[in-house]
């Protein structure tokens, strides 16, 4: 049966640990020179509802470094923008293609594609998660600090997608994650179901950032409002003053604690330019990781054989 990614909740712990440690072996083949051709002769139809740079660049770019080729479709310029329904698309793309990436507000629309299409369908961002982005950020934070199991994960901000997914990605790898956002901005009821779902799990929603940042290895922001909420841009900055990643914070993480950003930051908003520009190595590495991430999800998703 075909599989997809449609949200890391469908994903087990060793599930994920598995497509990072074949994201890493992507990186090593990449940087050696090394063939990874695995998707020889395949298509990548890509939806976007919603701007991208990094996932469009990275997904089309991983595809052809992988040997394939990707289709951009708007929505806007394809039938889809005219309202042709999601279950006609995913079979029509499956007439055609062997995996499907999608980004779109609602998640129920990506799950309806991939109930309908045969070939693999993957999330690029929806309203409630943004996986491939957080399998960059895991793979991210384990590349620099040798392990994720044991170590805090902070998020400061939005309950947004990428909480939302920081949470479980974190949870399932073993990470303690807390999280700090304004009454009236919390994670998704499911998320937070999931968060409270097993005893072993260590996770905290608190209302301040101090309280969250204590002792935090990794340190992780995103914009106060999100694509699709720019008309409560101004409200949002009202709730959200106070929730910035600024070097008074950093000081209660740990001394080697990192910064994620998924990109793109608004400097002077949720984090300083100082910490930006501080942890601009480790912001510019999770965001290469995105190509890396997303060819191992391609491959496990769409060649069906095991690396070499
Ligand atoms: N982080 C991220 O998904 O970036 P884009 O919106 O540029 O794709
Ligand atoms: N939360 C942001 C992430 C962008 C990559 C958004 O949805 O716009």
């Not at 139809?45 to 740079?53: C, V």
């Not at 995913?90 to 070939?119: N, P």
């Not at 290895?217 to 101004?234: H, L, N, P, R, Y």
């Not at 601009?280 to 995105?290: H, L, P, V």
Request: aromatic share 6%; net charge negative; charged share 25%.
């Amino acid at each position: 049966m075909k599989k997809d990614l449609l949200k890391l909740l469908d994903l087990s712990g060793e599930e994920i640990l598995h497509i990072l440690d074949v994201a890493d072996q992507m990186k090593y083949n990449q940087k050696h020179g090394l063939p990874h051709e695995y998707l020889k002769g395949k298509t990548l139809a890509m939806i976007f509802e919603k701007n991208s740079t990094r996932t469009r660049v990275s997904f089309e770019t991983g595809m052809f470094q992988l040997g394939g080729h990707a289709i951009f479709l708007s929505g806007k310029e394809s039938q889809i923008g005219r309202g042709e329904p999601v279950e006609d698309t995913a079979r029509v793309l499956s007439r055609y293609c062997d995996g499907i990436m999608i980004r779109t507000f609602a998640q129920e629309e990506v799950e309806a594609l991939a109930r309908h299409a045969s070939i693999p369908v993957i999330n690029g961002l929806t309203d409630f998660c943004h996986p491939c982005q957080v399998l960059a950020d895991l793979m991210t934070i384990r590349e620099r600090m040798a392990k994720l199991e044991g170590l805090k994960l902070c998020f400061i901000g939005d309950g947004n997608n990428m909480a939302n997914s920081l949470i479980v990605g974190g949870l399932k790898c073993g990470m303690e994650v807390s999280v700090a956002c304004p009454e009236g901005y919390d994670p998704d009821p499911k998320v937070l179901e999931f968060a409270g779902s097993d005893p072993a799990f260590k996770f905290s929603l608190v209302r301040t950032p101090r309280e969250a940042a204590v002792d935090a290895d990794v340190i992780v922001t995103d914009v106060w409002a999100s694509m699709g909420q720019e008309e409560e841009k101004a409200q949002r900055e009202r709730a959200f003053a106070g929730y910035q990643v600024n070097e008074e914070l950093m000081a209660l993480a740990h001394p080697e604690c990192m910064v994620q950003h998924c990109l793109p930051a608004h400097r002077g908003e949720e984090i300083t330019a100082q910490v930006f520009e501080d942890h601009a190595q480790e912001i510019f590495d999770e965001a290469e990781n995105r190509l890396h991430a997303q060819k191992a999800v391609m491959y496990l998703l769409m060649a069906g054989e095991e690396i070499g």
